[in-house]
């Protein structure tokens, strides 16, 4: 039987592109020094209120309209973030209310950046056992409730001048990570494939949970009570902490491992895939992959200069830029690769 496969695909980034100069403004960094950490330019930030649901819906209209559908043919909703917009509720039934399909299942994942090879691998079990026909897949994020500065109108070039030398120290403490994140979204529409053999071909997932110290948030959790606390806010635990060095080399080793052992499963050849879609988490990573497995550059595009980490909607949001522009088109074998923190990382193989 035929595995899902990409009828349709969207993406939407909020307002106005933040570049690395103007995070000079509030911390110790420069264009410079962003782009030769991680390949980063610019990013794009949600606005106060604005949350990932509120993204995810316009992505997914994009998304509908271009698989040629109407919203009400959608009956599963799969929507991956790391930053929803409530603790609880998940995002998932907010976006099909505001898409005017309240009553549809609507399930949250939480593998972050790896969200897609795992959504690719429930969604076509899902239609494999007709507990859905049409899929919306969405991966959306907003990490500026994150970001440790308070000046937003310097970093949105909304006012002259620069932070005060306390909160210059403060988003200093957290430089590595702030330059990173991003906010976006992205979705797919996702139907059974009518070509033989086609869609859906098989993943390799993985977890390592002695290895959450490596990207996590260390407070605003349930094993405190209450669950967030003035001290909590104070101490800056509310902001992620990584572990750069070491994340960069587990992302190599576990992800160039694992897109080996998934083709030799499925008796695949390097060479047969037409395009490698991996996560967009710095461009140190991806180019460390790419000569593991001698990836030639041009089958492994990069997007992150203009986005930066959005995390659970990078995949997407690539994926979307290559139909658009005819880099990626039907029958085109693709292998989706990501790690995120959890960790959690995996590789999908997928035919157009």
Same mark, same amino acid.
């Given at each position: 039987?035929?595995?899902?496969?990409?009828? @349709?695909?969207?993406?939407?980034?909020?307002?106005?592109?933040?570049?690395?100069?103007?995070?000079?403004?509030?911390?110790?960094?420069?264009?410079?020094?962003?782009?030769?950490?991680?390949?980063?330019?610019?990013?794009?930030?949600?606005?106060?209120?604005?949350?990932?649901?509120?993204?995810?819906?316009?992505?997914?209209?994009?998304?509908?309209?271009?698989?040629?559908?109407?919203?009400?043919?959608?009956?599963?909703?799969?929507?991956?973030?790391?930053?929803?917009?409530?603790?609880?509720?998940?995002?998932?039934?907010?976006?099909?209310?505001?898409?005017?399909?309240?009553?549809?299942?609507?399930?949250?994942?939480?593998?972050?950046?790896?969200? #897609?090879?795992?959504?690719?691998?429930?969604?076509?079990?899902?239609?494999?056992?007709?507990?859905?026909?049409?899929?919306?897949?969405?991966?959306?994020?907003?990490?500026? @409730?994150?970001?440790?500065?308070?000046?937003? !109108?310097?970093?949105?070039?909304?006012?002259?001048?620069?932070?005060?030398?306390?909160?210059?120290?403060?988003? !200093?403490?957290?430089?590595?990570?702030?330059?990173?994140?991003?906010?976006?979204?992205?979705?797919?529409?996702?139907?059974?494939?009518?070509?033989?053999?086609?869609?859906?071909?098989?993943?390799?997932?993985?977890?390592?949970?002695?290895?959450?110290?490596?990207?996590?948030?260390?407070?605003?959790?349930?094993?405190?009570?209450?669950?967030?606390?003035?001290?909590?806010?104070?101490?800056?635990?509310?902001?992620?902490?990584?572990?750069?060095?070491?994340?960069?080399?587990?992302?190599?080793?576990?992800?160039?491992?694992?897109?080996?052992?998934?083709?030799?499963?499925?008796?695949?050849?390097?060479?047969?895939?037409?395009?490698?879609?991996?996560?967009?988490?710095?461009?140190?990573? !991806?180019?460390?992959?790419?000569?593991?497995?001698?990836?030639?550059?041009?089958?492994?595009?990069?997007?992150?200069?203009?986005?930066?980490?959005?995390?659970?909607?990078? #995949?997407? #949001?690539?994926?979307?830029?290559?139909?658009?522009?005819?880099?990626?088109?039907?029958?085109?074998?693709?292998?989706?690769?990501?790690?995120?923190?959890?960790?959690?990382?995996?590789?999908?193989?997928?035919?157009?």
């Amino acid at each position: 039987m035929s595995g899902v496969t990409i009828l @349709g695909t969207g993406r939407h980034l909020p307002g106005e592109p933040v570049p690395n100069q103007a995070l000079a403004r509030v911390m110790d960094t420069s264009d410079e020094w962003i782009e030769a950490r991680t390949g980063i330019k610019q990013r794009y930030f949600a606005r106060d209120g604005q949350g990932p649901s509120d993204l995810a819906v316009e992505a997914s209209k994009q998304a509908i309209d271009d698989a040629g559908l109407d919203a009400s043919d959608i009956d599963y909703i799969i929507f991956a973030t790391m930053t929803p917009d409530h603790f609880f509720p998940g995002s998932g039934p907010l976006l099909g209310a505001k898409l005017g399909i309240s009553g549809v299942p609507a399930l949250d994942i939480r593998q972050q950046c790896a969200a #897609i090879p795992y959504a690719l691998q429930l969604a076509n079990a899902l239609v494999q056992t007709d507990a859905a026909k049409t899929i919306l897949l969405v991966g959306a994020e907003v990490h500026a @409730g994150f970001m440790p500065w308070s000046d937003w !109108n310097l970093v949105r070039s909304e006012a002259e001048g620069q932070a005060s030398a306390e909160a210059y120290e403060r988003a !200093n403490r957290h430089r590595g990570l702030a330059v990173v994140f991003g906010d976006g979204a992205a979705a797919m529409v996702l139907r059974q494939s009518q070509a033989p053999d086609g869609g859906f071909l098989g993943a390799e997932l993985h977890s390592d949970g002695d290895a959450f110290d490596h990207l996590y948030v260390p407070g605003c959790g349930f094993r405190r009570i209450p669950y967030v606390t003035p001290e909590a806010l104070l101490a800056e635990e509310h902001i992620p902490q990584m572990r750069g060095p070491s994340l960069l080399k587990k992302a190599v080793q576990t992800l160039s491992r694992t897109v080996k052992s998934l083709c030799e499963t499925r008796g695949v050849s390097q060479d047969e895939i037409d395009c490698f879609i991996a996560h967009q988490a710095n461009d140190r990573i !991806n180019r460390a992959v790419r000569d593991s497995l001698r990836i030639p550059p041009e089958k492994i595009p990069s997007n992150i200069a203009r986005y930066g980490n959005t995390s659970a909607a990078t #995949i997407g #949001i690539l994926t979307d830029e290559l139909r658009r522009e005819g880099r990626i088109r039907e029958g085109d074998l693709l292998c989706f690769l990501a790690l995120g923190a959890g960790l959690n990382w995996g590789a999908a193989l997928l035919r157009l």
